[in-house]
């Protein structure tokens, strides 16, 4: 009964060196899908919510959330990519290059590189570039992630194994910037539509801001999230069959946990515009449905952004935990230098966002 | 690790007398935001489902449900009013002023109208009037509610109390109308489109319809139903907090009682075209994931619209009950005169609907 | 307290031989409805997920998902059909005749096209067609369904029973093509966009597909879903009421579980433009939240389509099965010949499908 019409997904040994693969579910985005996002993860960031926040900034419409963009890219990914992955190691160079639109319709490829059997040979690492595309085959979001496949056979030969470098941090000269304060009347109403102004001066390397929410995930919540991005990986869905996992139930998306816990970081940080980059990305530990999500936020670095006086970029780092308050969490805990990391950790993510300053010309 | 990003939102003792507070997360409504509140309150009224019906009732365009607006425009105010709110005490002068239409972006401002602090002195009561405004500053909807909110210190000294007087009912002629019928032919398509010939003179005082239809509440429905409003209220979120409340869980937000309510109680009340005002409100005991809710409806009063034919007001009273059919509670012990709700009741809410009149012009 | 404002539905006596009914609750398609059709069921299908793949096909604008549109249409019937339903008993002859737009606005009618009372006198079965209509009262799609209804008292007389004929497969000569492929840089633009080339030549009768996907039910979704539609049928919504029933507790919206089982289906009919008619299906038994859904499918048929290269049409069977692998359940036992379903078959359906051919001009 098997044929070549049941589609089970690449294993390691289907992927090859410099190997490109383009993606289906060309998807159109609309503000419905704004919608749901919302719905799903109580976003409140101020210019994907309101047309007029948005104007303020500069921009043509109000832009789609940054992160519904990257969960929707990374879904058509997961056909091809990780429908038999084990686990999903890390993430590098995540660029946010185009504002997204209602009525934009999105395609994804990917490129490998780089592979590396695990010693166990049942499994191997792949390295991949993927790249996200508007209608106009504009680069809207490119990223890379290593993800660790099932081989089909432990006997198979592996090929050589080659394992690229990457940035520990998306380089200034990347990051691009389509937002842009015209007046201080703008920046001040962009305030008051943010409710805070708490602007670029007002944060210093080194600040750690414990997030008050908490977030209690539920089977449909991450489920209805993991089907508007049209990723498929069973994992996620199929109770059943997770039965037998080491968890013994469906696990949650890890996009899903990182859309949550940016939700949750919202409160003192209001004033973020969008996200330019993610220098670099872990889930720690799984996320089940019935976990808690916190989070807390440290300041890594702070960039003037060159010949501009109304934006400044902030690094951040957002931890996130399960079942446990950002106050029982310290910061050297939520850190995998020495191996180990609090055991309720879930993410550890490091990202660029882009901020208003509070001197204007 | 404190510092003045935590925002832990607003005490008693943050309050003043005639304090105006300009609220953050202006929202552009949209079509999406329509759909997930269709799909998570199961909502039918006629003119926020089809936009021919809506232009039967002399409508531009489809207008956005009313308390899909007044959802989305309470939580607004969440993050300043009521992040440390103990209990929504009661709602009065809910003016429903000019009909939303997606595209329209919504913010809002409130004003503390009165202060008392409680005899425990470890809490105190808020009453405040909220106005949502569109994009060009038109008033929406306002509404006047009274909140019981944490002192931070016990020992902190409180204002002279002051408690505003409302009034029992919004007043016809405060009531705004901005539907009105063409001809007899409007009419009728108007009532094919709502299923039910049932109109203003179909009702008299003294009226009660029991809703046969009953809705289970799950913890991911109303959670979306709140993130959609971006509602932050960490009571409806986070389970693990909850754990040492009393409920020992989650609580539903009122606002989706509200509208799961509404939405059982369109069964004998199709051709209410729109909410011109809630008079009072209150939530008389909390709800949780699990409990079924039902309603029935009484009629209280019939207003003529001064110089109209072709429309007319009618008060209604909504009784939402939790676990019990209408058909076990009589309209006695629906009631708190002497103090006493019958157990089940939920929600007790007098509001006033605009409805065609069979003869016209 | 009873009185005719209490919507109780139809029972089998109020239903006679050729009676038009009107229903309610006209409906404006959005946006915002396709993306939360996507986020409950995970639909993947090409042209409805991406305006530039439906223009491939030569679609004006995005199609609304067509099980979207016939679960939307089916739900207007509920409250005058089928609210006193014990069981939808079949489907036959469903005609998708014009695609949905976002903007369309759509009401329904039905026609009670048969009678028969049960040997119990207990209930009945009513056939109707039902129609569905745009705003330019254009038909978009028709359908008969047969049910099981409740009397109102076993003693009433039942009409003279008349049990109408249905063809067992829509002809050829009544599926309507919207669809066309003007070159081959189209068609490969089309399966860059589905991810497959597997085109109609690639299918031979007797194909059996065994997809992998599986989907556990939750609550929350499936109330979601038959919420969207505005099907207000209690027994998917009250826990309540459904503990004395059979199942002691909510069943799953069938058309919920079509709509998932379409959705696990995807993989291996990435190409399939649209689906042009349900020729047969019956809800075999009923799915309850906590329930896995896999599904198989069949090739039965496969057409030319008249004087047209681009196209072809498939007549598939499409089987879904709760809590059991495809693999573990042979075609001969997912069959009612004999009487007698495996026990884990929820669903037969026939379907035809409209998919593009390899050869064009």
């Known amino acids: 009964m ?4 049941e589609r089970a997904g690449n294993f390691f040994e289907d992927f090859n060196l410099g190997q490109v693969i383009r993606h289906g579910t060309h998807r159109t985005m609309t503000d419905g899908d704004a919608s749901v996002y919302l ?5 409140r960031q101020a210019a994907h919510s309101s047309t007029t926040a948005a104007a303020l900034m500069g921009f043509a419409n109000r832009p789609l959330d940054d992160l519904l963009v990257f969960n929707i890219a990374f879904g ?14 890390g993430y590098a ?7 997204v639109y209602a009525g934009d319709t999105l395609h994804c490829e990917s490129v490998i590189l780089g592979l590396k059997e695990n010693s166990s040979r049942k499994s191997g690492v792949i390295y991949v570039r993927s790249t996200c595309y508007d209608q106009n085959d504009r680069t809207v979001l490119s990223w890379v992630r290593w993800v660790m496949v099932h081989k089909r056979r432990t006997a198979s030969r592996a090929p050589e194994p080659f394992v690229p470098g990457f940035d520990d941090v998306v ?7 389509h937002a842009s304060v015209s007046s201080r009347d703008a920046l001040d109403e962009w305030c008051e539509s943010t409710g805070s102004r708490s602007m670029w001066e007002h944060f210093s ?27 498929n990986s069973r994992v996620h869905f199929d109770a059943l069959v997770m039965r037998d996992s080491p968890s013994g139930r469906r696990l949650v998306y890890g996009g899903h946990v990182i859309s949550v816990c940016r939700a949750l970081s919202y409160d003192g940080l209001e004033n973020v515009v969008s996200i330019m980059a993610i220098n670099a990305g872990a889930h720690v530990a799984p996320t089940v449905a019935g976990d808690t999500l916190y989070a807390f936020t440290e300041v890594i670095q702070k960039w003037k952004l060159p010949g501009r006086t109304d934006m400044g970029a902030l690094r951040l780092r957002l931890v996130g935990l399960k079942n446990a308050m950002p106050a029982e969490v310290d910061s050297r805990h939520a850190d995998a230098s020495g191996g180990v990391y609090h055991p309720n950790v879930v993410l550890d993510l490091d990202y660029t966002v882009l901020m208003p300053r509070q001197h204007i010309g």
Chains 1, 2, 3 share one sequence.
């Open 2 to 5: 098997h044929n070549d019409k």
């Open 93 to 99: 160079e995540v660029r946010f290059v185009e504002p």
């Open 171 to 177: 380089p200034l000269n990347q990051l691009v910037t």
């Open 76 to 89: 058509k990914t997961v056909p091809d990519i990780s429908l038999n992955a084990i686990a999903n190691l």
């Open 39 to 43: 719905a799903l993860t109580g976003a």
């Open 205 to 231: 390397v080194g600040d750690r801001i414990n997030h008050l929410a908490g977030m209690t995930i539920e089977e449909a919540d991450h489920m209805s999230a993991t089907r508007l991005y049209q990723n």
